[in-house]
T-cell receptor, first 114, second 115 residues
Framework: GNSVTQMEGPVTLSEEAFLTINCTYT??????LFWYVQYPGEGLQLLLK?????DKGSNKGFEATYRKETTSFHLEKGSVQVSDSAVYFC?????????????FGKGTKLTVNP | EPEVTQTPSHQVTQMGQEVILRCVPI?????FYWYRQILGQKVEFLVS????????KSEIFDDQFSVERPDGSNFTLKIRSTKLEDSAMYFC?????????????FGPGTRLTVL
């Protein structure tokens, strides 16, 4: 079945540091890929998405590129802020393959220190 | 901006009791979902619902669980006889199904504690 493997945390960075959170996936079809973010005490918010190979999703300075050849969707940000402290989840859905459900990675907790 | 809402934010119940978790999806969305997240673990899919029917469900979603859309706005998850292992955060999500075909939007969650 479909699965997502995500870099385990926690990750602790200083403000303005570069962030990479690795995500790889296994899917039988051509999934859409997502990053969701969960701020402390809140629900899951869509951060960005990409629906086909070589698409780049971007939002709030975060980027991720859909790499079919390496089955990856790594999240990057050039300069993190304290307000980026949250848990980040990589996920996929495979509507074309007949499944609506989102399959999530385990989540990576990011703490950014001033 | 439209958002998914959930009530209550926290529910405490005794083992064996029935609970109903409520969700109001985004108004023009057609597809509805429940997920759960046991503390420290992955977010897991429970069930999807479209056109007043379950369209997909996971192994977790056994006979103790049911979903309903009793009116035009609410979407509920019922657990008939709660177990200790049902303690988790439960998230509702909805999807438009037209222009934005595949993005699911999540509510803030209901934390269920079974004692």
């Amino acid at each position: 079945g479909n699965s997502v493997t995500q870099m385990e945390g926690p990750v602790t960075l200083s403000e303005e540091a570069f962030l990479t959170i690795n995500c790889t996936y296994t899917a039988t079809g051509y999934p859409s890929l997502f990053w969701y973010v969960q701020y402390p005490g809140e629900g899951l918010q869509l951060l960005l998405k990409a629906t086909k190979a070589d698409d780049k999703g971007s939002n709030k300075g975060f980027e991720a590129t859909y790499r079919k050849e390496t089955t990856s969707f790594h999240l990057e940000k050039g300069s993190v802020q304290v307000s980026d402290s949250a848990v980040y989840f990589c996920a996929l859905s495979d509507l074309q393959g007949g499944s609506e459900k989102l399959v999530f990675g385990k989540g990576t907790k990011l703490t950014v220190n001033p | 901006e439209p958002e998914v809402t959930q009530t209550p934010s926290h529910q405490v119940t005794q083992m064996g009791q029935e609970v109903i978790l409520r969700c109001v999806p985004i108004s023009n969305h057609l597809y509805f979902y429940w997920y759960r997240q046991i503390l420290g673990q992955k977010v897991e899919f429970l069930v999807s619902f479209y056109n007043n029917e379950i369209s997909e469900k996971s192994e977790i979603f056994d006979d103790q669980f049911s979903v309903e859309r009793p009116d035009g706005s609410n979407f509920t998850l019922k657990i008939r006889s709660t177990k200790l292992e049902d303690s988790a955060m439960y998230f509702c999500a909805s999807r438009e199904g037209f222009a934005d075909t595949d993005t699911q939007y999540f509510g803030p969650g209901t934390r269920l504690t079974v004692l």
